[in-house]
């Protein structure tokens, strides 16, 4: 059972949507999913296409308590081997559920999807957190970074190490490598096929600083237009941004698409701007479609981007101006990075990230 707030526009969404369905293709294995709300959902139509059981809880705000026993009372019934929780506050209902549990247990397991969170800005939450974790018998973090940060953030003594893997996030290469790109005018009728387009995805909240891309845009040429793809709480204000800036006709807030993959084979460079991030699944998605990947220099992204895409210095719009400029100017530079970027993707098949999963769950079934 995979506990989590939501199916909404977000990267550990997607890892649920794309890899739920790899894992019942396995034998002996059936995920299902419960939710805490139904609201801003968007994967749960293909899970369900994909035969996979999907419900919510039926108390009402993600942030009530009374979760817990909800929780409690479904898994009883559900009669899990394993409990799989993602995200706040849905794993702080399954830990608290756990710790109520007394008898037919299942295993618990929860991944942590991003380097930082604004609960380790408050120092008090350390000891609320040590308490929440130590009811996970695993905890898989998703990049090496997130992990170290995980563990300092907590604590952990080397004698409970053990407990804590990394298992990368994967993609499935071929969905993006395949797919076919739309002319541009499809896109926006007023596009030329000589306009350039830039293109970032991510839910438009404070992490993700979608505003230094739209600054980026208004030293860029005239020709260069920027896709936004996502929802988010802080769209409005980006929108706002975008008039002030007099870039309005050259940004396009596209929403949230089911389509990214050939959005991606469709413009010439995928942006993450963000100023914290856990893996990076998007610019992960963007080498994948073989374009070039420009993402900040932040935990979480260098890790993914370097040594394949370009880096620039986080909230800097001025240097990912010039990035920008350079890339589309110099077409050899922009084939060789395009290639290293799709070499790069190929090491995240999204299948080898389910096998290590499937491989953890084994290791502690086969403990008890």
């Known amino acids: 059972l995979h506990i989590i707030n939501s199916l ?25 999913v419960l939710l805490l709300t139904n609201k801003n959902n968007v994967f749960d139509k293909t899970l369900i296409q994909k035969g996979i059981k999907i419900n919510k809880t039926k108390i009402k705000g993600i942030r009530n308590p009374l979760n817990i026993f909800y929780i409690k009372k479904y898994i009883k019934k559900g009669n899990y081997d394993i ?21 037919n247990k299942p295993k618990f397991l929860f991944t942590e999807h991003s380097t930082h969170n604004k609960r380790r800005d408050k120092f008090y939450f350390k000891y609320i957190e040590k308490f929440i974790y130590s009811s996970f018998d695993k905890i898989i973090s998703i990049s090496d970074k997130t992990q170290e940060n995980l563990l300092k953030w907590l ?5 409970k190490i053990n407990k804590f893997v990394t298992i990368e996030n994967g993609i499935n290469i ?85 389509d990214i993959d050939r959005i991606y084979k469709t413009v010439d460079i995928v942006i993450l701007s963000s100023i914290w991030e856990g893996f990076g699944l998007a610019a992960l998605e963007g080498m994948a479609a073989g374009k070039p990947v420009i993402a900040s220099n932040v935990s979480g992204l260098k890790e993914l981007v370097q040594g394949a895409g370009i880096l620039f210095p986080k ?32 090491l995240f098949d999204i299948k080898k990230m389910v096998q290590r999963y499937i491989d953890e769950y084994e290791k502690l079934l086969n403990n008890d």
């Open 174 to 258: 071929e969905k993006f490598e395949k797919a076919k790109p739309y002319n541009k005018k499809e896109i926006n009728s007023n596009f030329k096929e000589s306009d350039k387009l830039i293109c970032m995805t991510g839910s438009f909240s404070q992490q993700k600083d979608q505003p230094t891309i739209i600054k980026a845009i208004k030293s860029l040429p005239e020709n260069i237009h920027l896709l936004l793809i996502g929802e988010g709480k802080l769209k409005e204000k980006n929108e706002k941004l975008a008039e002030k800036l007099d870039v309005l006709n050259r940004v396009h807030f596209l929403g949230f698409r089911n």
């Open 155 to 159: 604590d952990i003594k080397e004698n």
């Open 83 to 103: 409990v799989h929780a993602h995200l706040f506050p849905a794993s702080y209902w399954t830990s608290l559920a756990s710790k109520i549990m007394f008898n």
């Open 8 to 32: 909404s526009s977000g990267g550990a969404e997607k890892l649920i949507e794309e890899s739920l369905p790899l894992f019942n293709k396995y034998e002996n294995i059936e995920s299902e």
């Open 315 to 346: 909230e800097n719009n001025k240097k990912l101006a010039e990035e920008i400029k350079n890339l589309l100017s110099n077409p050899n530079e922009y084939k060789s990075i395009s290639n290293l970027c799709f070499e790069r993707a190929k």
